[in-house]
């Protein structure tokens, strides 16, 4: 896969959200869980080792939970809280908390502070909330929402769903077919491996797809964004000025969906080693409308809106080929 840093660079100056893997809830973690009637509530002051009511803890405070299902809460200083197994719920509150589901479909709040998260395994809820968050799915089908501030969300295994809410985010899909969503703010948005659906949102978002053989379907959404397509991707800019970045080392060809010629960008990223490439722009036999980039002769992509296209539209940028 080409690297892509150097085209970050150098666009730094210019130029359907598939909704989540189900509806979720935000849960109270007051409530009682109902489907078992043993349930473990602890806070961070009652399972610290004799604490002393007259100093203030020392922090990281170590909480842990018992197997079942667990309803854990952080303290007023920095917590390391472990659910172990069990269906847990976990809020971490203020300060700087690190919390592990563990095993079992956990709920997990950082709140204040900035935290980080992980599900573990089997299928999760991380909300970060306040404070630059970073949020690891792990394992299963989980639900990731970064909310307020800068934060770091990662699917890891499975299908999972990301949001990253206000600020500028960085999600990062993991293997599975993933659903992302930036939100608002200027976010990167990497879908990993499998067939994933992102959406950058409001801001200035970075949209990638991966030449994996699943096909991806990236869109901007508003702001001036950069998509870039890998094997099979489809690609739709949304408003603003966008960049199209086609991945030459793409198997199959990639779809441009709302290319305009007199506002939008179109780059090709080629292996530095091999040398520029020979481009031709031909009409589609289908449609006179829609324009084929052919490279090296194999079809690369096929551009709709880009009847008045020309090679010379077309910006090459040399990649260093990772590994």
């Given at each position: ?42 806070t961070?002051?009652s ?11 020392t922090?990281?405070?170590l ?20 659910g ?24 997990l ?46 699917g ?21 077919s993933?659903?992302?969503?930036g ?16 959406f ?19 869109n ?72 084929e ?25 040399a ?5």
């Amino acid at each position: 896969m080409l690297m892509f840093a150097s085209l970050l660079a150098v666009m730094a100056g210019a130029a359907v959200f598939v909704g989540a893997d189900g509806d979720v809830e935000d849960p109270d973690l007051e409530d009682d869980p109902t489907e078992e009637p043993e349930v473990s509530v602890s806070t961070g002051s009652s399972l610290l080792d004799d604490p002393d009511p007259d100093t203030t803890p020392t922090s990281p405070n170590l909480i842990h939970g018992t197997e079942g299902h667990d309803i854990l809460s952080g303290t007023s200083a920095a917590d390391d809280i472990v659910g172990a197994s069990g269906d847990d719920q976990i809020n971490g509150y203020a300060d700087n908390d690190t919390i592990y589901g563990g095993a079992g479909d956990d709920i997990l709040h950082g709140a204040q502070g900035d935290d980080a998260l992980s599900g573990g395994s089997d299928d999760d809820i991380l909300h970060g909330e306040d404070g630059n968050d970073s949020l690891l799915g792990d394992d299963g089908a989980d639900s990731l929402f970064g909310h307020m501030d800068d934060d770091t969300l990662n699917g890891g295994g499975g299908d999972d769903s990301l949001i990253g809410g206000f600020g500028e985010d960085v999600l990062s899909g993991g293997t599975g077919s993933d659903a992302l969503h930036g939100g608002y703010g200027d976010d990167e948005l990497d879908g990993g491996a499998g067939q994933d659906t992102l959406f950058g949102g409001d801001g200035n978002d970075i949209v990638i797809g991966n030449t994996d053989a699943e096909t991806d379907y990236l869109n901007g959404g508003g702001g001036e964004d950069t998509l870039i397509g890998g094997t099979g991707d489809i690609l739709t800019g949304g408003e603003g000025v966008d960049t199209f970045a086609l991945d030459g080392a793409a198997a199959s060809p990639i779809t441009v969906m709302d290319f305009d010629r007199a506002e939008d960008n179109l780059v090709l990223l080629y292996a530095d080693q091999d040398g520029p490439p020979d481009i031709e722009i031909r009409p589609t036999s289908s449609d006179p409308e829609m324009i084929e980039v052919v490279v090296d002769g194999e079809p690369l992509a096929v551009v709709h809106g880009g009847s008045n296209l020309t090679t010379s539209d077309i910006t090459l940028i040399a990649q260093a080929v990772a590994g």
